[in-house]
């Protein structure tokens, strides 16, 4: 859902309660995949980590 800022103060309070719900399952689903990628990079970061320290 993408609304123009400049329509922000025109809106009710029930279509600002919808704004505002989206924007909060827009965040959730981008911290799960943001996790999940990261949890993915770290993962393959100690496969390939040397068996000895460099030195």
Do not use: Y
Request: aromatic share 6%; glycine share 2%.
């Amino acid at each position: 859902m993408v609304i123009a800022p400049e329509k922000l103060p025109h809106m009710s309070a029930d279509e600002l309660r919808e704004v505002v719900q989206s924007l909060f399952k827009t965040l959730t689903s981008n911290a799960d995949e943001i996790r999940f990628k990261q949890a993915t990079i770290d993962k393959l970061t100690h496969e390939n980590a040397p068996d000895q320290p460099f030195g």
